[in-house]
């Protein structure tokens, strides 16, 4: 299933659940509780399918979420763009020290030092 049908396909559920709560609530049908409650073999029937689809939910959602963490992704633009301006800054700097004198007493970088004569 794509995406975009997957959420139509839950709005739809909760669209419908939304629906028969609203028409419980307004007594336009109600649901035979008592019954239901009565027949013990129902309930307990009732209470492990709800359980069992929710611990199913809940192991997908749990590995969707961690196959979404773990799986490799590029920097987004603004990080990229940010990483293109710092080398462009390190370019620049380098430069400066180029174009810069080299200061008294500073050993230069590139330059080794004048040896003692013998």
Not at 20 to 32: D, G
Not at 56 to 72: D, E, H, K, T
Not at 89 to 95: H, I
């Amino acid at each position: 299933m794509r995406p975009s049908r997957l959420i139509l396909f839950w709005v739809s559920v909760i669209v419908v659940l939304l629906f028969v709560e609203v028409a419980e609530i307004t007594h336009v049908f109600t649901l035979p509780v008592q019954s239901l409650v009565g027949y013990l073999f129902s309930f307990i029937f009732a209470l492990v399918f709800t359980t069992v689809l929710a611990l199913v939910g809940a192991i997908f959602i749990g590995v969707y979420i961690s196959q979404r963490l773990q799986s490799p992704t590029g920097f987004t633009p603004f990080e990229e763009e940010m990483l293109k301006m710092r080398a462009d800054l390190q370019a620049v700097k380098r430069q400066l020290e180029a174009l810069q004198p080299p200061r008294e007493g500073a050993p230069s970088g590139g330059e080794n030092p004048p040896e003692a004569p013998p």
